[in-house]
């Protein structure tokens, strides 16, 4: 009989709580920035179920980043954008 294996989204839901006391750490506008992280890599969930890593936070973390990395594309096609307008 094979192992278990318990779903990505439980893995993530025992991740988030057990950052929690990490969380309350945080100043008030760093845990706001922490939640919106959280939140990301719950948004992704299909793409970490698709991933079967055995550390479920490297996926949420990679899912973090890139959200982060489209919002810098983002401002820099803005900047850019706003330089050829003046």
């Known amino acids: 009989m094979g192992r278990t294996?318990?779903?990505y989204s439980r893995q993530m839901q025992y991740i988030?709580?057990?950052?929690?006391q990490y969380r309350r750490g945080l100043r008030k506008p760093d845990q706001e920035i922490f939640d919106e992280l959280?939140?990301?890599a719950k948004l992704q969930?299909?793409?970490g179920v698709m991933a079967s890593s055995p550390y479920p936070i490297d996926i949420m973390l990679l899912t973090m980043m890139i959200d982060l990395?489209?919002?810098i594309l983002r401002l820099k096609k803005e900047s850019e954008a706003f330089?050829?307008?003046e």
Do not use: F, N, Y
Not at 16 to 20: E, I, K, Q, V
């Open 83 to 85: 330089r050829k307008s």
């Open 45 to 47: 969930v299909q793409a």
């Open 69 to 71: 990395k489209k919002e």
């Open 16 to 20: 988030d709580a057990s950052l929690g």
């Open 5 to 7: 294996v318990i779903p």
């Open 38 to 40: 959280i939140r990301t």
